[in-house]
């Protein structure tokens, strides 16, 4: 498999072809960061639960800080009854973090900026917590559509209560997925025009590629902070299901 733009990192392309039956299982590049991030997470936490030690090295003081960093945002925004799901709320910190980061290596996929991906993890995210909800606070949950209003205005309040739930879903996606194609595709247009520039002076380029350093710098900080402000916002909406019901 040949790459002959940055941009394909976008397309889905098969790599194994495999059928069981009627049913399609063929390995496509975009399981591969999945598996990739996935092996690589199970490995830092049966590498680091054996190897701790009282004075820490630099990766454990690295993972320990990560650690305290997604506790903190937990804290802040669930409160002391959202620590049951701090190892979920870790997890999906690291996938979205190495999917982002995965996705700016040479030949890299880009998993986050496929929207139909992404848009399955929003929505399973938001249905789980819309679960947790009715299960801490049974049908009292459903409060939360039913705003103060005068009588004559609650069945238009109402659609427009259940239609802001279910669509930060879908906002919750989008903006990860636009802003990691939106710095890709920066990263190929700067890198093009390098190399048109190269051909007319060769020395230019030594100018130009300081510039696509900073964007790739641009780019690591892009991926921490997609991941950040998912996880904050998964929070955020958890943090709605936990407490009681009411407006």
């Not at 936490?45 to 004075?55: H, Q, T």
């Not at 879908?170 to 190399?195: D, E, K, P, Q, W």
Request: some cysteine; proline content about 4%.
């Amino acid at each position: 498999m040949v790459f002959f733009s940055p941009l394909e990192q976008f397309d889905a392309l098969v790599l194994f072809v495999c059928s069981l039956g009627y049913f399609d299982i063929s390995f496509t590049n975009i399981l591969l960061p999945l598996l990739i991030s996935n092996i690589f997470l199970g490995f830092i936490i049966y590498f680091y639960s054996g190897s701790m030690r009282l004075v820490p090295e630099y990766w454990q003081l690295l993972l320990e800080s990560l650690y305290k960093f997604v506790l903190d945002i937990l804290e802040q925004q669930v409160g002391s009854r959202g620590l049951v799901y701090f190892p979920f709320i870790f997890s999906l910190f690291f996938f979205i973090f190495l999917c982002n980061f995965i996705s700016m290596t040479p030949f890299g996929v880009a998993l986050t900026s496929h929207i139909v991906m992404i848009i399955f993890t929003s929505l399973s995210l938001g249905l789980s917590i819309f679960i947790i909800g009715l299960y801490l606070h049974n049908l009292e949950f459903l409060k939360i559509f039913v705003p103060e209003c005068p009588l004559v205005l609650l069945p238009f309040l109402m659609i427009i209560e259940i239609f802001s739930y279910v669509i930060r879903s879908f906002s919750l996606a989008i903006r990860l997925s636009a802003n990691i194609m939106a710095g890709h595709t920066l990263v190929y247009i700067i890198s093009s025009f390098i190399l048109n520039v190269t051909y007319l002076k060769f020395w230019f380029f030594f100018i130009f590629v300081f510039l696509l350093l900073a964007i790739l710098l641009l780019e690591l900080g892009v991926a921490f902070l997609q991941a950040y402000v998912f996880t904050i916002l998964v929070c955020i909406y958890l943090s709605d299901s936990l407490k009681t019901p009411g407006h």
